[in-house]
């Protein structure tokens, strides 16, 4: 269970943390959230779709096909799709909105990933936020931002009536078939059908891309089903993290 505490000087100036080398905390997500400015390329390895939060349509990208199962985490935690969804990579930090609503650095102190004896500090010796800290926070306020954008541009789409609910049909073990509820996607009969008004409408709202990539990712769904056929016969194998995960510093980059 998580517990995220914001990261103040009193709380923390002591302690210290160490980036996370196992995606084990993201391996129970059927879905993650997903901002426009990286839809480009998580549209080329895994299908993105839409969820309906707090009234609102924000694009999301599948990872597996039933509850509680994540088909890009391996059992040993490795992450083996080629697209890590951003909304994993500043783990174990993340924003929270205070009651004066500004915006809060915190972080999960049930992560495993914060004691006294880790490599990474919070705050320098002069009391300020660390480099490290800095880096990750100007990565959440850069996928903040863009997360604002985002639902703007489903918003969008959504008032020209192109959303629609996608009943992703799985076949189970006993070879029934089941349904995915509460995921959407764009209806493309109704987007070929648009007038040309309504086309420039979405052009100016920037939510072109937002159609494209998301109907060229659907394709994907089948990627998903060969990862569930495998993960039945799944067979642990030796992995070069540093090949996997590649330089941390780097993961906090949209490209």
Same mark, same amino acid.
């Given at each position: 269970?998580s517990?995220?505490?914001?990261?103040?000087?009193?709380?923390?100036?002591?302690?210290?943390?160490?980036?996370?080398?196992?995606?084990?905390?993201a391996g129970?997500?059927l879905?993650?959230?997903?901002?426009v400015?990286?839809?480009?390329?998580?549209?080329?390895?895994?299908?993105?779709?839409f969820?309906?939060?707090?009234?609102?349509?924000?694009?999301?990208a599948?990872?597996g096909?039933q509850?509680?199962q994540?088909l890009c985490v391996?059992p040993?935690g490795?992450?083996i799709?080629p697209?890590?969804?951003a909304?994993?990579?500043?783990?174990?930090?993340a924003?929270?909105?205070?009651e004066?609503?500004?915006?809060v650095?915190?972080?999960?102190?049930e992560s495993?990933l914060?004691?006294?004896y880790?490599?990474?500090?919070f705050?320098?010796g002069?009391?300020?936020?660390?480099q490290?800290?800095?880096?990750i926070? %100007?990565f959440l306020?850069?996928?903040?931002?863009n997360?604002?954008l985002?639902?703007r541009?489903?918003?969008?789409?959504?008032?020209?009536?192109?959303?629609q609910?996608?009943?992703?049909?799985v076949?189970?073990?006993h070879?029934?078939?089941?349904t995915l509820?509460?995921?959407?996607?764009? %209806?493309?009969?109704?987007f070929t059908?648009?007038?040309?008004?309504?086309?420039?409408r979405v052009?100016?709202?920037?939510?072109?891309?937002?159609?494209?990539c998301?109907?060229?990712?659907?394709?994907?769904?089948?990627?998903?089903?060969?990862?569930a056929e495998?993960?039945?016969?799944?067979?642990?194998e030796?992995?070069?993290?540093?090949?996997?995960f590649?330089?941390?510093g780097d993961i906090?980059?949209?490209?």
């Amino acid at each position: 269970m998580s517990k995220y505490q914001p990261v103040t000087k009193t709380d923390f100036v002591s302690l210290r943390w160490k980036r996370f080398d196992s995606y084990h905390f993201a391996g129970s997500d059927l879905v993650a959230p997903l901002v426009v400015q990286e839809l480009p390329r998580a549209a080329m390895s895994l299908p993105i779709g839409f969820i309906r939060q707090n009234n609102q349509f924000i694009t999301t990208a599948l990872l597996g096909l039933q509850q509680g199962q994540n088909l890009c985490v391996s059992p040993e935690g490795h992450w083996i799709a080629p697209y890590i969804p951003a909304a994993y990579r500043s783990y174990p930090f993340a924003l929270a909105e205070a009651e004066n609503n500004q915006l809060v650095l915190c972080v999960d102190r049930e992560s495993g990933l914060v004691a006294e004896y880790f490599d990474q500090a919070f705050f320098d010796g002069e009391g300020e936020p660390s480099q490290s800290v800095k880096d990750i926070l %100007d990565f959440l306020q850069q996928v903040r931002s863009n997360r604002e954008l985002t639902l703007r541009m489903c918003a969008a789409l959504d008032a020209e009536g192109l959303i629609q609910p996608w009943p992703v049909k799985v076949r189970g073990k006993h070879e029934e078939v089941q349904t995915l509820d509460g995921l959407f996607r764009i %209806d493309e009969e109704k987007f070929t059908a648009l007038s040309d008004e309504a086309i420039c409408r979405v052009h100016q709202s920037g939510a072109l891309a937002v159609v494209y990539c998301q109907l060229l990712s659907m394709q994907h769904i089948h990627a998903l089903g060969k990862l569930a056929e495998k993960r039945i016969e799944w067979k642990p194998e030796e992995v070069d993290m540093e090949s996997l995960f590649g330089d941390q510093g780097d993961i906090l980059k949209f490209n």
